[in-house]
């Protein structure tokens, strides 16, 4: 099996809502990845956690607040949003975060910011 | 970090082969080449990647220049699901993946 779920497919939020996106494997992969996709453009690294801890943070603002609970769960806590934080939401997993193995992708979760 | 470039978009008949072109002149030593591609509507998937031997396996084909600066992702016989996007990326530093603007693949019935 080598699937990464994603929840929910689609969401759309006020800019005053609190929403998580839910990201998870089975596959016993240490490292777990968010991305983020805008329209026509390439995806771009949001966070890494490597054995639940995040090891990367690409300056993201603090409005997107990551958690890994356990080794097969990511989630991605959302809050006071902007409608520019539309975009699609991508998680990935890889099985060793050091040996540049690679990367499975969700399907996304599209977020609209009202 | 070493940069990818690739056309904007290519364009293919059904059932031909695809050659889809990277140029890496920066690249090091030690960088492997990924490719991914994204389907409409779908997150990436991996395709392949090798380091200086060209490399197959039941999606593509990878063919690696000598000197390492350029790379060749070969479709052998390219089908309307093949349409995507793909993206050729070098190696992984601190375990990121750096997708480029890659290139739209459209396959013509």
């Known amino acids: 099996d080598t699937e990464v779920t994603q929840t929910p497919k689609h969401l759309v939020m006020g800019m005053t809502n609190k929403k998580s996106l839910k990201c998870e494997q089975h596959m016993g992969h240490r490292a777990m990845y968010w991305y983020k996709q805008k329209a026509k453009k390439p995806p771009e690294l949001m966070f890494v956690?490597?054995?639940?801890?995040?090891?990367i943070n690409e300056s993201v603002p603090s409005r997107f607040s990551p958690e890994c609970p356990n080794s097969s769960l990511l989630n991605l806590h959302l809050h006071a949003l902007q409608p520019e934080d539309s975009a699609l939401y991508l998680c990935?997993?890889?099985?060793?975060?050091?040996?540049?193995?690679?990367?499975?992708f969700g399907p996304g979760t599209r977020l609209t910011v009202l | 970090d070493a940069k990818t470039t690739q056309p904007n978009s290519m364009e293919s008949n059904e059932e031909e082969p695809v050659h889809l072109p990277c140029n890496h002149s920066?690249?090091?030593?030690?960088?492997?080449i990924h490719w991914y591609r994204q389907l409409p509507s779908q997150g990436p998937e991996y395709v392949i990647h090798?380091?200086?031997s060209n490399v197959n396996n039941r999606m593509a084909s990878l063919a690696i220049a000598e000197d390492r600066k350029s790379s060749t992702l070969i479709l052998h016989r390219a089908t309307l699901r093949d349409a995507a996007v793909y993206y050729c990326i070098l190696s992984f530093r601190d375990d990121k993946i750096i997708f480029g603007k890659g290139t739209r693949l459209h396959i013509l019935p």
């Open positions: 090798g380091l200086t």
């Open positions: 990935a997993s890889s099985q060793d975060p050091t040996s540049g193995d690679t990367q499975y």
């Open positions: 920066t690249i090091s030593g030690t960088d492997y």
């Open positions: 956690y490597s054995y639940e801890k995040l090891s």
